[in-house]
């Protein structure tokens, strides 16, 4: 079984300030991981992907997050936050092996930025 | 490439009534999904689909149906509409090699009252 926990639906920041969005999985082995981003009446978009690999993963737009097995998380961030960085953030985990369906998203958390 | 195209946009739809969600991609992917977002659940899988011909049931698939009779589409049918399937339904597909990047529509928005 799998599960994914955000921590925080709402996050804040000012502008230019260090973006941290916090994701926490459970797995019975090492599994995928993703983050989706969502703006405003629009489908979700892959940010970055964790597939066993490099640890330190880097995406679009300056996102980057950092897979971390003794604390079984996966936490997004970026250095200094743009107005156009608001947006919903989804985590979401798959087993290796499991079907492409098999995903699970967590419930997301929602970037505010402000000026 | 148009990617993953949905209709309608927006529906109101009473009590009862039947519609289908229309969904198309032309990345000729295998793989295809139909979501719902609901507020503070995250996305919750209706169905899938992994080639023309091929569907079965996802987290969440009482009061729909679907059909893959083609690569390109997959409608999401709801029969019997009731409040509880007030949500946004996004569908989404993958590619056979790569099917863990799941490209999404822009989402449907359905209302039943």
């Known amino acids: 079984a799998q599960s994914v926990t955000q921590l925080g639906s709402h996050v804040s920041v000012s502008e230019g300030a260090l973006v941290l969005l916090r994701c926490n999985y459970s797995?019975?082995?090492?599994?995928?991981l993703f983050w989706y981003v969502q703006y405003p009446n629009q489908g979700l978009q892959l940010l970055l992907k964790?597939?066993?690999?490099?640890?330190l993963v880097k995406g679009i737009n300056g996102f980057e997050a950092e897979f971390k097995k003794s604390e079984t998380s996966f936490h997004l961030t970026k250095p200094s936050a743009h107005m156009s960085d608001a947006a919903e953030y989804f985590c979401?985990?798959?087993?290796?092996?499991?079907?492409?369906?098999?995903?699970?998203f967590g419930i997301g958390t929602k970037l505010q930025v402000i000026p | 490439n148009a990617g993953v195209t949905q209709t309608p946009k927006f529906r109101i739809l009473k009590i009862g009534q039947s519609m289908t969600l229309q969904c198309a991609q032309d990345m000729n992917h295998n793989y295809m999904y139909w979501y719902r977002q609901d507020p503070g659940m995250g996305l919750k899988l209706i169905y899938y689909s992994v080639g023309a011909g091929i569907t079965d049931k996802g987290e969440v698939p009482n009061g729909y149906n679907v059909s893959r009779s083609t690569t390109e589409d997959f409608p999401l049918r709801l029969e019997l509409a009731a409040p509880s399937q007030t949500s946004v339904y996004f569908c989404?597909?993958?590619?056979?090699?790569?099917?863990?990047?799941?490209?999404f529509g822009p989402g449907t928005r359905l209302t039943v009252t």
């Open positions: 989404a597909s993958s590619h056979r090699e790569r099917g863990y990047e799941q490209y």
């Open positions: 964790y597939t066993s690999a490099a640890t």
């Open positions: 979401a985990v798959r087993l290796p092996g499991g079907g492409y369906q098999k995903v699970t």
């Open positions: 797995s019975s082995v090492p599994p995928y």
